[in-house]
């Protein structure tokens, strides 16, 4: 088995009101041999409760997608399909996205 370090990038983006942060999300740029771009990795969007249906989410995804848009070949958002997200599911696709199906992993 050979092993050989991937070059990856990740960036924060947060937004703040009166200086607390109160939504964040996460995009990873990760490379692979398939490709000539990185493949990017939408990962913990979260608004604090208190702010919830401001638009900070918006604010943030319009963010994130700009910045994958830029730099990326295609953008993997992954969510639990467990009967409590319809919501949040709905809201990935009014933003253009794709539902791919069945997420499977394995918690450590």
């Not at 692979?32 to 990962?43: A, C, I, K, Q, S």
């Not at 933003?95 to 918690?107: A, K, S, V």
Request: glycine share 8%; aromatic share 12%.
């Amino acid at each position: 088995m050979k092993e050989a370090a991937v070059y990856t990038k990740g960036i924060r983006f947060s937004v703040l009101r009166d200086g607390k942060e109160v939504g964040r999300a996460y995009l990873y740029m990760l490379n692979n041999d398939l490709h000539n771009r990185p493949f990017g990795l939408l990962e913990d969007v979260f608004v604090d409760s208190s702010y919830r249906g401001e638009g900070i989410a918006k604010e943030l995804l319009e963010a994130v997608l700009k910045k994958a848009e830029e730099n990326c070949y295609k953008l993997i958002a992954t969510s639990r399909n467990d009967g409590t997200r319809s919501t949040v599911h709905e809201w990935y696709i009014r933003l253009g996205f794709n539902d791919y199906g069945t997420e499977f992993r394995l918690n450590f």
